[in-house]
């Protein structure tokens, strides 16, 4: 089955389990353990940032897609990683309870949550979106299937920009392991290379994994 595909049948379940309540997880999909993350990690190209030339934002498409039902990524994000949502019409969250867990914000307006790309579309341009076609760079941006789009505070997602984890990491030292295996498994799905000072710096994160996990 294509990924596209399976984007259009996870997102017509989504839309289907209900608009009324966000997740009990209220967290992205989950991502690989940390023993395949590490085996991923290690499967990643270890390249040098490319340059940004070339790269907008635009590239990778003009605004989030529709799901159908009214629906776009963004709301269906706020839902999923919302609490106690309630949608008004055309699919708009008009209350609930957002945790950045960047930094452990408490959000209670959808107005005041940022979608987060895990890895940021100018870092995917330098690690090998160039490259891609226009219709593969929009299905990233637009990623529900994948731990690539999250909930989280303006302030975080300001601060971390288009950041690698060599240049930023969550303020949430606690959240370090997850956030390592989020960003390894995008980067492993989309198959983007890694620099080598990003490859060491998730390598550090994945260290404060519990045993086990």
Known sequence: MSRTVLLTVACALAVAVGLGAGSAAA???G??????????????TVAPAAPLAGYSARRFGSGWASLGAGCDVRERVLIR?????????KCRPVAGRWRSIYDGEIMKRAALVDIDHVVA??????????AWTADQRERFANDFIDPELIAVSEAA??????????EWRPPRRRVWCLYARWWVDVK???????DA???QAVAEMLATCRPGG
């Open 27 to 29: 967290l992205p999909p």
């Open 31 to 44: 991502p690989p353990t940390v023993a395949v993350t590490r085996v991923h990690l290690a499967a990643l």
């Open 81 to 89: 990683d919302g609490r106690d949502v309630r949608v008004g019409a």
């Open 121 to 130: 579309k100018a870092e995917a341009w330098r690690s090998g979106a160039a």
């Open 157 to 166: 997602n300001r601060s971390k920009g288009d950041r690698d984890p060599a």
């Open 188 to 194: 492993f799905r989309w198959q983007l290379s890694v």
């Open 197 to 199: 000072a990003e490859k």
